[in-house]
């Protein structure tokens, strides 16, 4: 893994809105994986800027996003799919045929799943993947446990991850859903770049033993470890766990 640490959350922000844009000038078609979740945020913000400016083209990009709640319906303003279009989507020129998510909605999520996998298979594999991380180092919805699934799946999130999901549930944690769909780590591994983003000292912990700790499904985000073309971004807040590795 090569770690870089930069000042703040808007430095850690840029670093990778130019690796995002870099990749689209070099690859047009670059088939990017998108996260939700507060610390893209500004990232979402500086790509919206570059578009503006004229620096950056979504003409020919391919999105896949990790994952979506279950059960909440098209529309719901709290689903990942509303997200990504208050953030980016609807402000860049994008084509929504080229744009892919799992259907939480959908009755059949193990056929959802496969659908999903095969969309990425043909797109010709992703690119380059963005990733966040949860305090309890999940990447997607794959939360800590004895064992992982590889693909994309029905995962039941933990009281944690709903917890720091209720903002987009105005506040009401019973609000939001139990599951959700999600790539798996093999979905997320199988990416041929992954940058994963941290920011604020909430996140030091998850960072200290993603980066430093063993491979271990007890902590999602090492298994990056794993993977030859992995950049971890951190501003010196989430860094702070890191400090045998400066
Ligand atoms: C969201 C996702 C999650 C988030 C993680 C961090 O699509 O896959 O793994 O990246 O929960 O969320 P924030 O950025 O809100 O701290």
Known sequence: MRVRIVKDEEAAARVVAARVTTALAAKPATVLGLPTGRTPVRLYALLRQAFAAGRVDFAKAVTFNLDEFAGLPAGHPATYRAFMEAHLFDHVNLAPRRIHFLDGMAKDP???????????????????????????????????????????????????????????????VKAVPREALSMGVGTILRSRSI???????????????????????????????????VEVVLDEAAASKLAMAV
């Open 195 to 229: 940058v994963l983003l941290a920011t604020g000292v909430g996140k030091a912990n998850a960072i200290g033993a993603t980066v430093l700790g063993p491979v271990t499904t007890r902590v999602p985000a090492s298994l990056l470890q794993l993977h030859g073309d």
């Open 110 to 172: 193990v056929a959802e799943c496969v659908r999903y996998e095969k969309a990425i298979a043909r797109a010709g594999g992703i690119d380059l993947q963005i990733l966040g991380i949860g305090a309890n180092a999940h990447i997607g919805f794959n939360e800590p446990g004895a064992g992982l699934v590889a693909d994309s799946h029905l995962a039941r999130l933990e009281p944690g991850t709903r917890r720091s999901n209720a903002d987009l549930f105005d506040g009401n």
